[in-house]
T-cell receptor
Framework: AQRVTQPEKLLSVFKGAPVELKCNYS??????LFWYVQYSRQRLQLLLR??SRESIKGFTADLNKGETSFHLKKPFAQEEDSAMYYC???????????FGKGTKLTVNP | GAGVSQSPRYKVAKRGQDVALRCDPI?????LFWYQQALGQGPEFLTY????????KSGLPSDRFFAERPEGSVSTLKIQRTQQEDSAVYLC?????????????FGEGSRLTVL
């Protein structure tokens, strides 16, 4: 069965510090991985997807099939990065997303 | 340029009552999803439509849950004989394609509280 694990419920860093939000997945096929973000009082929205290999708002994420991980990283955190972050997996050929439980990131001034 | 719209935003029901939650997807979006998000949890898949066809309802927790999208646009999630464990935020999402892209556009959710 597909499963997405985000081991940290809460993560707190200071502005300018590096940040890494962890995501591990369990899936036997070829997964497609995504990061979604929900800022305070806003709706859930896509941040980035692994197939695009893009950097959005300074965030990057690399799919590591050996470690079954898709950690989200940013070298210098900003206060506006404070939000809930959800890692999600789509089974190849399916539009259905399986979400992790989320990590609440707080960036302190 | 409205996004996905859900109503009501908040609903309080007494245990045993029936509720109906509405979702207006972005115009022209082919795919529509319903997710349930309990407090402190991530969204959990309930069901998926491609146009009017319900292609996957594997996440519906019981036969008290029913979803429809009769004309391939607006969708309604109905919960019969509500129970306290149904209390959650119900999220609707749509996407423009029928394929696998992973970009879902979410509504603000309908928060259901069952007393």
């Amino acid at each position: 069965a597909q499963r997405v694990t985000q081991p940290e419920k809460l993560l707190s860093v200071f502005k300018g510090a590096p940040v890494e939000l962890k995501c591990n997945y369990s899936y036997s096929g070829s997964p497609e991985l995504f990061w979604y973000v929900q800022y305070s009082r806003q709706r859930l929205q896509l941040l980035l997807r692994h197939i695009s290999r893009e950097s959005i708002k300074g965030f990057t994420a690399d799919l590591n099939k050996g470690e079954t991980s898709f950690h989200l990283k940013k070298p210098f955190a900003q206060e506006e990065d404070s939000a809930m972050y959800y890692c999600a997996l789509a089974q190849g050929g399916s539009e259905k997303l399986v979400f992790g439980k989320g990590t609440k990131l707080t960036v302190n001034p | 340029g409205a996004g996905v719209s859900q109503s009501p935003r908040y609903k309080v029901a007494k245990r045993g009552q029936d509720v109906a939650l509405r979702c207006d997807p972005i115009s022209g979006h082919v795919s529509l999803f319903w997710y349930q998000q309990a407090l402190g949890q991530g969204p959990e898949f309930l069901t998926y439509f491609q146009n009017e066809a319900q292609l996957d309802k594997s996440g519906l927790p019981s036969d008290r849950f029913f979803a429809e999208r009769p004309e391939g646009s607006v969708s309604t999630l109905k919960i019969q004989r509500t129970q306290q464990e149904d209390s959650a935020v119900y999220l609707c999402a749509s996407s423009p394609w029928g394929g696998n892209t992973g970009e879902l556009f979410f509504g603000e959710g309908s928060r259901l509280t069952v007393l």
